[in-house]
Structure formats: structure tokens, C-alpha cells
């Protein structure tokens, strides 16, 4: 079955084309726009979208050698994310299968970042726990199989991604946050000052970011605009490193606690080099196997809508053209 996946969560306009575990293409407009503001703005978002999303979906089945009749169904983002973006990927969508006369599927945001690891990793099977982060979410998920999910902890606060590009923000490196302080942390000392951990309360597997965003904040008031400077890799390090501990410890908590023997990564934040060392060492450690998606299959993506969607297709459900975006929507 040729199915088209479309994803307008956020500020990356995407389009993919998938035959169940083969992408044929995957096509991702990001949106500049955004970056002298240093966060994405909705209503820019939105109208962004509405100028991208056609020649996206063109472009698409042109690398894919298709045409619009070869496609059996499409599949789109209906939640979580930006209602006026979610609004435009359904609109297409609908539209697109109501003039060609094939299925349509909503799929959730969130479940399509889980299925973009067996679009990686083809042979990987249920179960397993899923760490997703990125400038939205922050979760640990359980996977019992596919389509039976449990969440087993969320962020209270900011998601991962959302303190990576805040701090960034603040440490004045560019936007997204999340790869600006990554590059900059490379040669930090990440001992150079410890921030502070926010685990919770006993057995909490539960995140809570805005705190560590804040210490971030009071140490930079604290020592000055020059000795920021001076010290701008070792700040980047260290909070990285307060991050990628919490995020670690809890993950591997996460899949001892229900007898997991593989963890997988999603999101953007997943691309991060010192958090995929950090979670290889401490799994391997407790004799766990740990995964994630390349990263073009890590940030919002077409191709991971495609995929969750070729499974629903194939378990005969199907949304109806009424199917509206919930941006608030749960896993």
C-alpha cells in the first residue's frame, strides 16, 4: 500500500511517501522565519505552511517516481502541536482524499516519533520503553506493542527541547538552542559548575526542566556578561549535562521497572551526541540494547506520519473526513 504522510505540527512543513517499511521519500521544509525571533511564532507558523504544503507534497511524490493516482491512502498529523498548523496538513489531506477517493488516517504526533525507530531499525519489535524529547514533549513511554502505549512519565514543565532553546536564547547562540549548545559544548568542562537535578519525588519518573532553566539564568546574572563569555562552553556543558542525567537515569529506571530489555530515542533532542552516549553507557551497563532513528527521522517528519499511518491502514481503520486537530492531544 502507497501511503502519503503529512506532518504540519509545528514549523517544519513534511511530506513522505512510504510502501510499510520503506520510505520513497521524505521531504522537510524547515521554516527560517523563526529564527530572529528564537522561538516559532503560530500565526507565522500557519501561513508558512499554506505557501509550503502543496510544493512539499509535489516534491515528494516526485522523488518517490509518483503520481497523485498511485497513492492508496494518507495519513496526517490530527494532534499534538500548533492548531493553526495542524489545521493546514488536515486540510490538504482531506482535500487530497476526498478528490482522489482513498482512505484517510489521523495519527498522533507523538505515536508517529515511536514508529519513526522501526523505519531505522526495520527489525525492531515490541516491547520496549521510548524516551521522546523534543521542543514540545518529554516522555517515557512503554510500548507493549504496537498501537498499546503507557506512559510512564511526562514533563511537568518545559519539555527538554523547549530548556535546550531557552537557555540558548539566554546564552545568545542562535536558535534552535538544542544544536548551538551542543557544538558550543564540545569543548566545555561540563564539571565547571553543577546545576541542579530536578528528580522529584521517590519513584517519580517525571521531568521538571524550569528550574534548571532558571539556575541557568541567576549564574549567568550572577558572574557577568564577561565572564560569561569566557566561560560560554563550560555553561553550555554543564547544562547540557544536567539535562542528559536527568533524562538517562530516569529512562533506564523507566525500563527496569517494567522489565524492558531495549530503550529507543525520538525527538529532536535524540539527535544529541552526549545524550546517546550517556543513555549506550548506562543501558549497556544494566545489559539493555538502546536505538534511535537517523536524524532526519529524529526532528517532525513525513515519514514517520506515513509509517504509523501503513500500520492503521493495514489494521482497517480509517478516520473520517470530519477529523478536526486537537492540539492538546495525548498519547
Not at 140 to 163: P, S
Not at 182 to 207: C, H, Q, V
Not at 235 to 255: C, G
Not at 307 to 314: I, K, L, N, V
Amino acid at each position: 500500500m502507497i501511503v502519503l504522510g503529512i506532518e504540519t505540527s509545528c514549523d517544519d512543513t513534511c511530506a513522505a511517501v512510504c510502501d510499510g517499511q520503506s520510505l520513497l521519500s521524505n521531504v522537510i521544509s524547515t521554516q527560517l522565519i523563526h529564527q530572529r525571533f528564537g522561538g516559532v511564532v503560530p500565526e507565522l507558523a500557519s501561513r508558512s505552511h499554506i505557501q509550503l504544503m502543496l510544493p512539499v507534497v509535489r516534491q515528494a511524490l516526485n522523488q518517490a517516481g509518483l503520481g497523485r493516482r498511485d497513492l492508496q491512502g494518507i495519513a496526517v498529523t490530527f494532534g499534538p502541536g500548533l492548531a493553526g498548523s495542524l489545521l493546514v496538513g488536515l486540510s490538504v489531506a482531506k482535500g487530497m482524499a476526498l478528490s482522489l477517493g482513498i482512505p484517510l488516517v489521523g495519527v498522533n504526533h507523538l505515536e508517529g516519533h515511536i514508529w519513526a525507530n522501526s523505519l531505522s531499525n526495520p527489525g525492531i519489535a515490541p516491547s520496549f520503553v521510548v524516551l521522546i524529547a523534543s521542543g514540545g514533549h518529554t516522555q517515557i513511554v512503554f510500548v507493549r506493542e504496537w498501537g498499546d502505549y503507557e506512559v510512564l512519565g511526562r514533563t511537568r514543565d518545559d519539555a527538554a527541547g523547549e530548556a535546550f532553546d531557552k537557555v540558548g536564547k539566554l546564552l545568545q547562540v542562535g536558535y534552535p538552542g538544542g544544536p548551538a549548545i551542543e557544538k558550543i559544548a564540545e569543548g566545555g568542562d561540563f564539571e565547571y559548575t553543577r546545576f541542579p537535578r530536578a528528580y522529584l519525588e521517590e519513584g517519580s519518573l517525571d521531568f521538571s526542566f524550569s528550574g534548571l532553566k532558571t539556575a541557568v539564568l541567576n549564574h549567568v546574572r550572577t558572574i557577568g556578561s564577561e565572564q560569561t563569555r569566557k566561560h560560554l562552553s563550560d555553561i553550555a556543558a554543564s547544562f547540557q549535562r544536567a539535562v542528559v542525567d536527568v533524562l538517562v537515569e530516569k529512562t533506564v529506571s523507566a525500563a527496569k521497572r517494567v522489565g524492558a530489555h531495549r530503550i529507543c530515542m525520538a525527538g529532536g533532542v535524540a539527535v544529541n551526541s552526549a545524550l546517546k552516549g550517556e543513555m549506550a553507557r548506562c543501558a549497556g551497563e544494566e545489559g539493555m540494547e538502546v536505538s534511535w532513528p537517523t536524524p532526519e527521522l529524529c526532528s517532525d517528519n513525513g515519514g514517520m506520519i506515513a509509517r504509523a499511518g501503513f500500520y492503521y491502514f493495514q489494521q482497517g481503520r480509517t478516520s473520517s473526513l470530519a477529523l478536526s486537530p486537537v492540539p492538546s492531544l495525548n498519547l
